[in-house]
Every structure is written in structure tokens, then in C-alpha cells.
């Protein structure tokens, strides 16, 4: 329960960074730029944060025992940083965001002092579960680098564009991370796998929006419009459960 919890309240703040996008236009001027001690706040919140999951993901599936105390100290210092970042660089016009950011990290804290050890997860469930993690992890940072290669794609109009918008959003704001490191700290319960089925929302998005919008692409083969990755990484969480691992518990 309180497993629960945690990564629930860990991964709040991921899913809650949709609200603070804002488009600000062209300026005719150069904008006021941070200086190195704001940036370098900003960017440990940043990475705080997002990454905070994917540490109690590993915990669970490889150091059960160190789930509660490690996972404290992590939440703990994500806390602190967000801290730190409302003091230094301030909230501008997320305040409310900010607030409810700050609520989730301190419910993940308290909710993981209170969890308990629990059996270690069989190791070929461990290693499906990590590689589900690491999937999703490398894609995404794949995807947030400047110079990536965005490969080729349907040219969806209307609705199916904006719906991929929308998940092309969720990508690069480590939803899908933390879609994955929820299904790794439930690993041991079936609903885990479910998580399966929301990982394969980008990964089959193109091809089945190619098919029923008869949106054409730039690709050689209509294969390069799944997104491998995450298909992959779906397959994997949806399977994670099948009777071959379970025969090792």
C-alpha cells in the first residue's frame, strides 16, 4: 500500500510539469537569462524530479530491503531541491503547480518511511522490469537531446495531429518513465503489467493512425513508423508475468 503510494506521489510532479508549459512568443529583445546560480538550481530540481522514480524503480527490483530507507533519502533531497528552487530562482506564475509539487514530495517521503521490506523479486522479472525501465528512459532522453533524429513519420492532420502533439508532449516530460517505474515498484502484482498496455500507446500511435486516417509517410517501410523502444518495453511489461517467471518465485 504505501509502495503504492510513494510511487504514485514520486511521479506526480512528472505528470504535473504538463500545467507549466507556456509559449511566451517572439521577443523583440534578448529575455532576462538566469544566472549560473539559478540555472544550476533549476537543473537539480529538474533532474531531481524526473529521476527520483527510476531510483525507486531499481530499488525495488534489485535492493527490496533498501526500498524505505534509500527511497527516503532520495525523496528527501528531491524535496529539498524543490525547496531550494522556490527559494532561489521563485515561481513566477507556477505557484499553485509549485505548491502541489512540494504536497507530492512530502506525501512520498512519509508514505515511504512507513513502507515495509518486502520478498525480492525473482530475478527474471527484476531484469524484464529494469529493461522496461531503461527502454523508456533511453528513449526519452534520446528524444529531449537538441540534435536528435526525429527519423520519419505519418503526416496526420486535424485530430490524429494534435493527439500525437499531445503525445509527443508526454514523451519528452518522462511520462512514459514514469508509467515504466510504477509497473517496476508494483512488479510482483499483476497489475504491473498494465502497464504494458500504456506503453504501447506510443509505440503503435503512428501506424495505427497511418491506417485508419490514410495519412501518408516519408518512411521506406511502414515498419519505421513503431516507435521500437517502446514497443519493446510494452511487450516486455504485458509478459512480465507469464508462467515462465512465475515458476522461479
Known amino acids: 500500500m504505501f509502495r503504492l503510494v510513494a510511487i504514485l506521489a514520486a511521479t506526480a510532479p512528472n505528470f504535473l510539469s504538463i500545467f507549466m508549459l507556456q509559449s511566451f512568443g517572439w521577443f523583440a529583445y534578448e529575455p532576462p537569462q538566469p544566472d549560473a546560480l539559478e540555472s544550476a538550481v533549476a537543473m537539480a530540481h529538474a533532474y531531481a524530479t524526473a529521476y527520483l522514480p527510476v531510483v525507486l524503480a531499481f530499488l525495488a527490483l534489485w ?4 526500498f524505505a530507507t534509500a527511497g527516503t533519502i532520495a525523496a528527501a533531497g528531491t524535496l529539498l531541491a524543490t525547496v531550494v528552487n522556490v527559494v532561489v ?20 517521503v512519509a508514505a515511504l518511511l512507513r513502507a515495509r521490506p518486502e520478498r525480492r523479486v525473482p530475478w527474471p522479472r527484476a531484469v524484464i522490469w529494469s529493461a522496461v525501465v531503461l527502454l523508456a528512459l533511453v528513449r526519452t532522453l534520446a528524444r529531449n537531446t537538441p540534435s536528435s533524429d526525429p527519423g520519419c513519420w505519418a503526416d496526420m492532420k486535424g485530430t490524429w495531429a494534435l493527439a500525437f502533439y499531445h503525445l509527443d508532449t508526454a514523451h519528452g516530460l518522462y511520462y512514459w518513465v514514469s508509467l515504466a517505474a510504477i509497473g517496476a515498484v508494483l512488479s510482483q502484482h499483476r497489475a504491473a503489467s498494465l502497464c504494458g498496455l500504456a506503453l504501447l500507446v506510443p509505440a503503435l500511435f503512428q501506424p495505427a493512425a497511418w491506417l485508419l486516417s490514410d495519412a501518408p509517410h516519408n518512411c521506406s517501410s511502414a515498419l519505421e513508423l513503431f516507435d521500437w523502444p517502446y514497443l519493446v518495453a510494452g511487450v516486455l511489461a504485458l509478459l512480465s508475468h507469464v508462467r515462465l517467471t512465475r515458476q522461479t518465485q
Open 89 to 108: 530562482v521563485g515561481t513566477g506564475s507556477f505557484g499553485p503547480q509549485m505548491g502541489i509539487a512540494l504536497a507530492c514530495e512530502a506525501i512520498a
Open 63 to 66: 535492493a527490496p530491503r533498501w
